[in-house]
């Protein structure tokens, strides 16, 4: 009986392109990292988003009450009652730019200790 000389292992050798293409299937596979600056700027976002959220949906409302008491004045003929929900409708449209400054400032708050420690890390 003969033996062979070889070393057992294993051996490998890609292209260029298939390393590209490895390099490419793998990175669908990982867990997308997040480095402190994107962090930080996703935080940022954060503190406007629920603000902005409240503030468009008084908007509508208020745009919608406003547009009822158009109804009542142009349609029906119902002047006070059209008056008065149309004053509704403005108070409401008139309310979502301080609800939007509240509700921001609010979530600042909350999230300002991460946002000045990241700030720290980044700046040193």
Do not use: H
Request: with cysteine; proline share 2%; net charge positive.
């Amino acid at each position: 009986m003969e033996q062979n000389n070889r070393t057992e292992g294993f051996q490998y050798s890609y292209s260029a392109k298939q390393q590209e293409e490895i390099k490419k299937i793998r990175s669908k596979y990982e867990a997308p990292r997040e480095d402190k600056m994107t962090y930080l700027r996703r935080l940022d976002e954060s503190a406007t988003k629920k603000g902005t959220i409240a503030s468009i949906g008084i908007g509508v409302i208020g745009t919608l009450v406003l547009g009822v008491g158009m109804c009542l004045v142009l349609v029906w003929q119902s002047f006070i009652a059209g008056i008065i929900i149309g004053l509704l409708g403005i108070a409401g449209l008139s309310a979502a730019y301080p609800v939007y400054i509240r509700v921001t400032n609010k979530e600042r708050e909350k999230i300002a200790p991460e946002v000045l420690r990241i700030t720290d890390e980044l700046l040193k």
